[in-house]
């Protein structure tokens, strides 16, 4: 019992607790509710006071005013004048019925305002971040046309609503279709129900037929998009939907919707055109200049008034047929864009493309829409402060390297692609459009500075500004109009002045009232021209070349944004997926901003990387077109100095140096400085290279060989560079926060400018020279190493006097400037004496060998031994001691015992056995006698006999026959014994015989015919 009754009481306990936090939640939120209805009262109020009073006479204007272009010539007539008004009993029924059904199907039962539609597109805008769903009322339409502006913001929404519930309570349903009806734009020039009626189909608004009445009805959501004559295609798809529309609300049946449906639009045409009228193209630049009137002037444009405008009509119907057609560039489908063109001098604006579905009075995307705008952003909020504020150039450099924002979110700031290039110039990174060195810019002017900057140039921001504001991270955005008029102070030399539409107003009373335009100096004459050179090199170099005109001297910056990875996620985007695409650019005369985007992003439209060029193009043809200045390069003030200073230098405290006379060219770069600011202290980076050190060198009779200590310098090689640079590569992508980033080996700075280096320059090298015995000099070679080797013949190596070597850097000629002095090394000190080994018992191949190796000559002769194998060395000359490289050592060979040869069977034994004699250092005697067998000159013998051995130096004597011996006694003459080296040497020059006959000879041929005789 106890312990129930303990439950009891704690699970009464745990109720009371439970129902005292709920009812506190609840009286939390109640009050919660309280103080957001009362805040959100408190600002209704204060928006409502602001309101304008309703006055209906605006609607019911009489008097007519007049607009006119820049020359004088009438481009509009504003009132009632341009109309022809009908009653609601001249207006068909089913032209009543239609439009009702497809603009407000509870037009007869609400108070002006429909409130369930409004809470949806409320919620709608609230997720979406936009307010393209407007949810308006007839009543709200009718008050927008004539009281307010159409821009898009929850202010003029607040006011419109208010004044929809006033004027409710003044007209009837019946006034207020009737004025709708009456004052609704129909396409072009076309305003009213019944011009309407008259111009698309040639009868009165009462005289209406279903079809007609339904394509008119779905004409008023946008005009310039659902007329029949330029658009019928459209037009039809439109009126069969109002047509579905009577049906749902019971107006129509569904044979008679059928029916209508059925005729083709280009039947019912009573007036056939293609062409667009003037007041079509002018209708953007109109639609700015009647809010301007209104809220800049606080007059009622409708109230007999003479407008005389900035507006050049060969330009406004230009930048319409270049954002309407395909003439000059295709445009993808649904994209849209806004376009300001204005003279850059003064501001006023010349054309004005508020969008290719403009209508009269509808949203301007050249003047109401407000986006992010990119990189255009980085001269406004980085750069131009930089030069105005610190004094930079456009040669200050700067590191692109990781880098968080400093509000202590530790987020990385990322560059396009996920990866940095080390330190360079502004020029360079705005030319590349790195974020990195912008946000940089940013922090080093401070926000608040930087905030006076960008007021200066009439950029609608606030006194304070986040960082991200540098590459555009803002988050109301801004419009083209905003960008166009902060460039052209730029190409304006600091001044800024605020873009007009309108020149002067004459008043019904002829009171004229001329423009009121901001004019001040935003920034000194330098930094407007230090950028507009910039911007020059983005044109030229950069970024922005597809959209330079060559012929033009043109300045100007792309700039694109994204979209938030959650909104990339939900529509199934890819990561590259842009949401704006700008140009914004000038030249001495005209300033263009042009923006190309989706007005609905809610739907997952995304601009895909091949669209985002769209802008350059536009900018492209607006210059080529309406451009006559051509190339007008402004003129540099005397407060500009330009020098020529080392990239990259300054890496160790930020100060950029100039370029020495030992800069090579590829780091050379002449920039822009404020006078006064320019640097003023060389660089000593390329200074001579040190001369290498600790030479020394030897040669072994046939390869020289050097060596010497590396020179310090900044050298790495290419291999060790590129793996560096991967290993970047592979780190820096998933970087999103500074803390989770692994250090580098090197830092991006150094790791970039040793790439640079290697890529331009190269590494360091060695010329390896000798010097001849005439003092030539000559180049043996190159070497990234500390040391070198040449193979060399003793007596190429011994024509050289000494060897020496310099540095210098890989890709400079021999003769740089930069280049070290030499050192020598004496040719005495690189020979080593050779010591002399007995060579008795080698090959001739290792006599050879060691020869070659120590750059001794052998020089070999032959002798016969038969003591020592054939080939085989009997002894050498020197055999022991030393001797210097290029000397000789005779060498003796072992061969086998020299035999006479048998040449008894040859013609020309005789000749054969000279020619074998003087081979082999013997001599040879040829001795003659008879022999009966054997012919004149014929072989008999020879001593030492055929096969026998012989050394050289020796005698082999040669028997040659004479023939048998004569049988008659008779003194014989002397017979002539040829020579056998010379057989006509017997003979004299004239064919005579000189027989010498000598009495010797005479006795010794008488003893042998005696001999013969008895024998």
């Not at 409130?115 to 805008?125: D, E, K, P």
């Not at 501001?347 to 986006?371: H, K």
């Not at 140009?583 to 091949?610: K, P």
Request: with cysteine.
């Amino acid at each position: 019992m106890n312990k129930n009754k303990g439950a009891q009481k704690f699970s009464l306990t745990l109720f009371q607790s439970v129902g005292t936090i709920l009812k506190g939640f609840l009286l939390v939120v109640l009050l919660g509710g309280i103080a957001a209805m009362m805040i959100g009262g408190f600002i209704i109020f204060k928006t409502i006071e602001t309101a304008p009073e309703l006055d209906i006479s605006k609607i019911y204007a009489t008097e007519s005013s007049y607009i006119y272009d820049k020359d004088g010539n009438v481009i509009d007539e504003l009132g009632v004048q341009k109309r022809e008004w009908v009653t609601y009993d001249q207006i068909s029924p089913v032209l009543i019925d239609a439009i009702v059904s497809v603009e407000d199907s509870k037009f007869f039962e609400h108070h002006g305002v429909d409130w369930q539609r409004f809470l949806v597109a409320l919620i709608t805008n609230l997720k979406s971040g936009d307010f393209d769903q407007g949810a308006s009322t007839l009543t709200q339409q009718l008050i927008k046309q004539s009281h307010l502006t159409s821009e898009k913001s929850i202010d003029r929404k607040i006011k419109e609503i208010y004044l929809s519930i006033q004027i409710e309570k003044v007209l009837t349903k019946e006034q207020i279709i009737e004025a709708y009806l009456n004052f609704s734009p129909f396409g072009g020039s076309v305003n009213g129900i019944q011009k309407a009626s008259e111009y698309y189909f040639g009868k009165d608004a009462s005289d209406l037929t279903l079809s007609e009445a339904a394509t008119l009805a779905g004409i008023v959501q946008l005009p310039n998009v659902y007329r029949p004559d330029t658009n019928p295609d459209a037009s039809e798809t439109r009126r069969n939907t109002v047509l579905k529309l009577m049906v749902k609300h019971g107006y129509i049946t569904e044979d008679m919707a059928t029916l209508a449906a059925a005729k083709p639009i280009t039947d019912m045409l009573a007036y056939q055109t293609s062409g667009v009228d003037d007041k079509t193209k002018y209708q953007s630049f109109i639609d700015v200049v009647i809010n301007e009137v209104q809220e800049k002037y606080g007059l009622d444009p409708y109230s007999g008034l003479q407008i005389y405008t900035t507006m050049d009509p060969y330009a406004q119907a230009f930048v319409y047929d270049l954002q309407n057609t395909n003439q000059y560039y295709t445009w993808p489908q649904d994209l849209q864009s806004g376009i300001i063109f204005m003279d850059t001098k003064t501001g006023e604006i010349r054309a004005i493309g508020g969008g290719s579905a403009e209508g009269e009075r509808t949203f301007n995307l050249a003047t109401q829409i407000q986006r992010q705008p990119g990189s255009t952003a980085k001269p406004i909020f980085a750069y131009g402060p930089a030069i105005e504020y610190l004094g930079w150039g456009s040669g200050t450099t700067i590191n692109d390297d990781h880098y968080a924002y400093q509000n202590g979110s530790d987020v990385m700031v990322h560059n396009y692609n996920h990866m940095y290039q080390g330190r360079m110039t502004i020029r360079n990174a705005l030319n590349k459009s790195l974020n990195v060195p912008a946000v940089k810019a940013f922090n080093a002017v401070g926000d608040k500075k930087v905030a006076e900057f960008a007021q200066g140039l009439g950029m609608p921001v606030e006194d304070t500004l986040n960082e991200s504001t540098a590459i555009g991270g803002v988050e109301t955005g801004f419009s083209p109009l905003d960008m166009a008029g902060a460039y052209a102070a730029f190409g304006n030399g600091g001044t800024y002045n605020e873009p007009i539409t309108i020149e002067k107003i004459v008043l019904s009373d002829g009171t004229t009232i001329y423009a009121d335009q901001k004019s001040e100096t935003a920034m000194s004459p330098e930094t407007a021209y230090i950028i507009t050179d910039m911007l020059h090199t983005v044109m030229t170099d950069g970024t922005g070349k597809t959209a330079n005109v060559t012929s033009m001297y043109l300045s100007g910056k792309t700039g694109t944004t994204n979209f938030p990875q959650e909104i990339r996620e939900k529509y199934g985007m890819p990561d590259n997926a842009i949401r704006d695409s700008w140009f914004v650019g000038y030249s001495s005369e005209y300033t263009a901003a042009i923006w190309t985007g989706y007005t609905d992003t809610s739907q997952g439209h995304y601009i895909s990387n091949s669209e985002q060029s769209a802008p350059w193009y536009v900018f492209k043809n607006l210059m080529s077109y309406l451009n006559p200045a051509g190339y007008v390069e402004p003129t540099r003030p005397d407060s500009v100095v330009s020098v020529t200073i080392e990239k990259e230098s300054g890496a160790e405290d930020g100060q950029v140096q100039l370029a020495s006379s030992l800069t090579p060219d590829a780091y050379k770069a002449s920039e822009l400085f404020p006078k006064g600011s320019q640097p003023s202290v060389y660089s000593t980076r390329f200074e001579q290279l040190a001369t290498p050190q600790n030479l020394t060198g030897s040669y072994n009779g046939s390869q020289l060989q050097l060596s010497w200590e590396h020179i310090k310098t900044y050298t790495l090689d290419y291999n060790y560079i590129n793996s560096l640079i991967s290993q970047y590569k592979s780190i820096t992508p998933n970087c999103t926060k500074l803390s989770s980033c692994k250090e580098l080996e090197v830092p991006e700075d150094q790791l970039y400018m040793m790439k640079f280096q290697l890529d331009t320059i190269g590494g360091t090298v060695y010329d390896v020279y000798a010097k001849d015995m005439d003092g030539n000099e000559v180049h043996l070679g190159t070497t990234s190493d500390n040391s070198f080797t040449k193979d060399l013949g003793y007596g190429e190596m011994s024509y050289y006097t000494d060897f020496y070597i310099r540095a210098r850097y890989e890709n400079y000629g021999a003769l740089a400037s930069n280049n070290s002095n030499s050192i020598t090394v004496d040719c005495e000190n690189c020979f080593k004496p050779v010591s002399i080994p007995d060579m008795a018992g080698w090959t001739k191949a290792q006599a050879e060998s060691w020869g070659s190796s120590n750059g001794i000559n052998i020089s070999f002769s032959d002798e016969p031994s038969t003591t020592v194998a054939e080939g085989i060395i009997i002894s050498n000359s020197p055999n022991s001691g030393t001797l210097t490289p290029g000397s000789t050592v005779y060498v003796k060979v072992a061969t086998s015992q020299l035999v006479v040869p048998n040449y008894q069977s040859d013609s020309d034994f005789i000749n054969k056995y000279q020619a074998w004699g003087t081979l082999n250092s013997i001599s040879i005697k040829v001795n003659q006698e008879n022999h009966e067998t054997i012919a004149s000159g014929g072989f008999i013998g020879s001593n030492p006999g055929i096969g026998s051995a012989i050394t050289p130096g020796s005698t082999l004597t040669i028997t040659v026959s004479k023939g048998p011996a004569s049988t008659t006694p008779e003194t014989p003459e002397t017979p002539v014994i040829p020579d056998p080296i010379n057989p006509d040497s017997g003979v004299n020059g004239d064919g005579d015989d000189e027989r010498a006959t000598p009495v010797g000879a005479q006795t010794i041929s008488f003893i042998r015919t005696l001999f013969n005789f008895f024998n």
